[in-house]
């Protein structure tokens, strides 16, 4: 590794260390060359996201989100304009991630730049796709995987994430313009956007949340048979990674679906508990 690619991988590991949360401990349970690229993976999709949150007008966002897309294809084809490019570019090449996933994740990002409102879950199901299951089959290529299906269990699993992030976080994005759940959902059960925008924990609201609980863990009983499709390695950080966000589906559950009154976490005691379950199946052990 030249020394101007062993400087971009530090800068994406220290980004990830900094930033990725509950994914950095994960990313620990793979051999260095691809947790590296984890890292580039991570700081690809993080810049991404942040140019899409920060505090400026959506037509600057959306010019800027531009210009890292332009700068995603230029990188591509050898010219870096990023710290992150050439350890992004090296990433791609050696673990053949389609780059149109990454296209993709731009594509997510871009889709809440103005107010989030779906009206069927069809539309609901394609913005996840584009920001959580791209996610998933760009890991898998790092990873290492086998079988036709692995991919459709890979894009099921990021559905599952997404719907869980969408349940946990209803009320600080209602409050920013951003209503994820369908239309004809809300409908169903009587509820609607005004009563979320100011945190209404009805028995309407309950209806309506065990029915989208129930249906993300579909997405994760469909994800879940991705695991025997892994390298030993793919299969210890997934685990980790679905086991966190699966948690995080119980404390909603076990609140009452209160997710407004203080932000729901899995407790530091379970992530550690779910990283030690993780290590025998790194080693091989089981």
Same mark, same amino acid.
């Not at 009206?119 to 996840?128: G, S």
């Not at 997404?162 to 009587?190: C, H, K, M, W």
């Given at each position: 590794?030249?020394?101007?690619?062993?400087?971009?991988?530090?800068?994406?590991?220290?980004?990830? $260390?900094?930033?990725?949360?509950?994914?950095?401990?994960?990313?620990?349970?793979? &051999?260095?060359?691809?947790?590296?690229?984890?890292?580039?993976?991570?700081?690809?999709?993080?810049?991404? +996201?942040?140019?899409? +949150?920060?505090?400026?007008?959506?037509?600057?966002?959306? *010019?800027?989100?531009?210009?890292?897309?332009?700068?995603?294809?230029?990188?591509?084809?050898?010219?870096?304009? %990023?710290?992150?490019?050439?350890?992004?570019?090296?990433?791609?090449?050696?673990? /053949?991630?389609? &780059?149109?996933?990454?296209?993709?994740?731009?594509?997510?990002? *871009?889709? =809440?730049?103005?107010?989030?409102?779906?009206?069927?879950?069809? =539309?609901?199901?394609?913005?996840?796709? /584009?920001?959580?299951?791209?996610?998933?089959?760009?890991?898998?290529?790092?990873?290492?995987? %086998?079988?036709?299906?692995?991919?459709?269990?890979?894009?099921?699993?990021?559905?599952?994430?997404?719907?869980?992030?969408?349940?946990?976080?209803?009320?600080? +994005?209602?409050?920013?313009? $951003?209503?994820?759940?369908?239309?004809?959902?809300?409908?169903?059960?009587?509820?609607?956007?005004?009563?979320?925008? %100011?945190?209404?924990?009805?028995?309407?609201?309950? *209806?309506?949340?065990?029915?989208?609980? *129930?249906?993300? $863990?579909?997405?994760?009983?469909?994800?879940?048979?991705?695991?025997?499709?892994?390298?030993?390695?793919?299969?210890?950080?997934?685990?980790?990674?679905?086991?966190?966000?699966?948690?995080?589906?119980?404390?909603?559950?076990?609140? +009452?679906?209160?997710?407004?009154?203080?932000?729901?976490?899995?407790?530091?005691?379970?992530?550690?508990?779910?990283?030690?379950?993780?290590?025998?199946?790194?080693?091989?052990?089981?």
């Amino acid at each position: 590794m030249n020394a101007a690619l062993a400087r971009s991988y530090r800068y994406c590991e220290e980004i990830a $260390r900094r930033e990725a949360g509950n994914f950095y401990p994960a990313f620990l349970l793979l &051999p260095a060359p691809q947790r590296r690229s984890m890292c580039a993976l991570y700081t690809f999709m993080r810049i991404a +996201d942040d140019l899409s +949150d920060e505090p400026m007008p959506i037509p600057v966002k959306r *010019e800027r989100l531009t210009a890292w897309r332009a700068g995603l294809r230029l990188a591509l084809a050898g010219t870096f304009q %990023h710290p992150s490019h050439p350890a992004l570019t090296h990433t791609v090449e050696c673990y /053949h991630v389609p &780059p149109k996933y990454l296209e993709a994740v731009i594509d997510g990002v *871009e889709m =809440d730049l103005e107010p989030t409102a779906y009206r069927t879950f069809a =539309d609901l199901r394609n913005y996840c796709w /584009h920001v959580a299951s791209v996610v998933g089959l760009s890991c898998i290529h790092i990873w290492g995987f %086998h079988g036709a299906d692995a991919t459709r269990f890979a894009e099921d699993a990021g559905i599952a994430f997404q719907l869980t992030n969408i349940l946990r976080d209803l009320g600080e +994005d209602a409050a920013s313009g $951003r209503v994820y759940l369908p239309q004809e959902d809300l409908a169903r059960f009587g509820y609607d956007a005004e009563r979320l925008k %100011h945190g209404v924990c009805d028995a309407g609201f309950r *209806e309506l949340m065990r029915f989208e609980v *129930e249906r993300a $863990r579909a997405y994760y009983a469909s994800g879940w048979r991705l695991v025997p499709r892994l390298s030993p390695a793919g299969q210890a950080v997934f685990l980790m990674m679905a086991r966190t966000y699966h948690g995080l589906l119980a404390e909603i559950e076990r609140r +009452d679906y209160d997710v407004f009154s203080a932000r729901i976490r899995v407790p530091r005691w379970k992530k550690a508990m779910f990283a030690l379950a993780a290590v025998p199946v790194r080693l091989e052990w089981l």
